[in-house]
């Protein structure tokens, strides 16, 4: 049996010898073999230099480049390189637990139903924004019910972070859309379920993740989600999440509100009303999961730019690829992290 590993990476100095090391500290299954193929974008930061000393101490450390520096990109260079009976993606800034490769795959040996495994995410925190992001993302409030990111518990769920799939999910359904900047992840797991494949949380797999992250380009990588969200409905045809609707109506919600003021101000306040209900469940909500006033007004300030970045981009998807007909901009294209 052999389990490959894909690590998407670029300049990732800092984190990715911690990162190989908990791959290769890892207990494994009986007569496994272990391969990890680190897909580098053209890093110029030291990266490269440090995989080639990790590849003296490690057997089976490859290093794939990733010139075109995207990520489905990435996913698929490091797949292509070998025949693996599993495939485990594991980004270059986590750090997984040590029974996590073990135990995802005696998840799909012991049900074939499952073709996809992932499992809960804790966070190291390289800034207080960072921190704070993170704290929103956590929540049912920021990402909407249903997101894997706010459970406790093992679960059927639509999509996870760091996924293990049998190799012959790729065989069965192709491999990752390289068109999609974004969300291509979300779209090859929509395809998953699509062809009857369930994904499963497994909540007793855990992995250590470095978050970085300040609010613009929390703001930038939320538009960017919202609008290849959009792409990935047109080209399947289908809404993939009720979810992911709830933002661009919030949004739009918002353009229109103001409406009813060119006709009477009590018919304004009426339709405002919605907007007194979010800033007060924004104020609610902030003050539940705050641990002091200042954590508060910082989750006052991210869970609007989760919701309302996302809602933006979708509807702006929706003008350029459903009313426009449209390719992708490249200005959505930009890396935010």
């Not at 995802?104 to 495994?117: G, M």
């Not at 369930?198 to 250590?208: C, P, R, S, T, V």
């Not at 999440?241 to 949004?251: A, D, I, S």
Request: hydrophobic content about 45%; glycine content about 8%; some cysteine.
């Amino acid at each position: 049996m052999i389990i490959a590993v894909v690590i998407p990476c670029r300049n990732e100095v800092r984190n990715i010898e911690e990162c190989v090391r908990a791959i290769y500290a890892s207990e494994l299954p009986a007569n496994a073999e272990l391969v990890i193929n680190v897909v580098d974008g053209v890093s110029n930061d030291g990266t490269i230099e440090l995989l080639h000393s990790l590849q003296n101490e490690f057997n089976g450390l490859n290093i794939i480049t990733n010139h075109k520096q995207l990520t489905p990109y990435a996913f698929n260079l490091g797949i292509y390189a070998v025949k693996a009976d599993y495939y485990q993606i594991i980004g270059a800034r986590q750090v997984v637990s040590q029974n996590y490769l073990k135990l995802a795959v005696e998840s799909l040996q012991n049900d074939s139903s499952i073709w996809c495994v992932g499992g809960a995410v804790n966070n190291v925190y390289l800034n207080e924004e960072g921190k704070m992001i993170a704290k929103a993302m956590g929540t049912t409030f920021g990402m909407g019910l249903g997101n894997f990111r706010t459970l406790n518990e093992s679960a059927f769920v639509d999509t996870v972070g760091t996924p293990m799939y049998p190799a012959w999910v790729f065989d069965k359904i192709g491999y990752f859309d390289e068109e999609l900047v974004r969300n291509q992840d979300d779209e090859f797991n929509f395809r998953v379920t699509q062809a009857g494949g369930k994904i499963l949380f497994n909540a007793n797999i855990e992995l250590k993740y470095y978050v970085r992250g300040n609010y613009p380009n929390l703001w930038k990588q939320f538009l960017q989600y919202g609008y290849w969200k959009v792409y990935v409905n047109k080209k399947h045809k289908a809404v993939t999440t009720l979810r992911q609707l709830v933002p661009p109506l919030f949004v739009l919600y918002l353009i229109l509100c103001l409406i009813p003021f060119i006709f009477s101000p009590f018919l304004g306040f009426v339709g405002t009303g919605g907007v007194t209900l979010y800033v007060l469940l924004t104020i609610a909500f902030s003050f539940l999961h705050a641990s002091s006033a200042n954590e508060a007004l910082n989750l006052m300030m991210i869970y609007p730019i989760l919701h309302i970045s996302y809602g933006w981009g979708y509807l702006k998807g929706i003008f350029n690829f459903i009313i426009l007909n449209k390719k992708p901009q490249s200005s959505f294209s930009e890396m935010s992290r």
